[in-house]
């Protein structure tokens, strides 16, 4: 009898142990994937700004704002 009890006891750590790695994994996953998130966002972010820079300097208002282009003034 003490053997079953020992041999269940064992078994329930065994199976806590696992689930405890499981959930471990699952944490290191959800991490990785808000990181890779926040990065998609920033780059996204920095694209519309070089978008909106080069559409600024296309239509020539912010380089007669900045003073890039002297037509002779």
Do not use: C
């Amino acid at each position: 009898m003490e053997r079953d009890d020992r041999h269940k006891h064992e078994n329930h750590d065994a199976d806590m142990i696992a689930r405890s790695m499981e959930a471990h994994q699952k944490d290191k996953q959800r991490e990785h994937t808000r990181r890779m998130n926040k990065l998609w966002i920033w780059l996204g972010v920095m694209f519309l700004v070089a978008i909106l820079l080069w559409w600024i300097f296309s239509i020539g208002f912010f380089e007669d704002t900045s003073g890039v282009t002297n037509f002779g003034n």
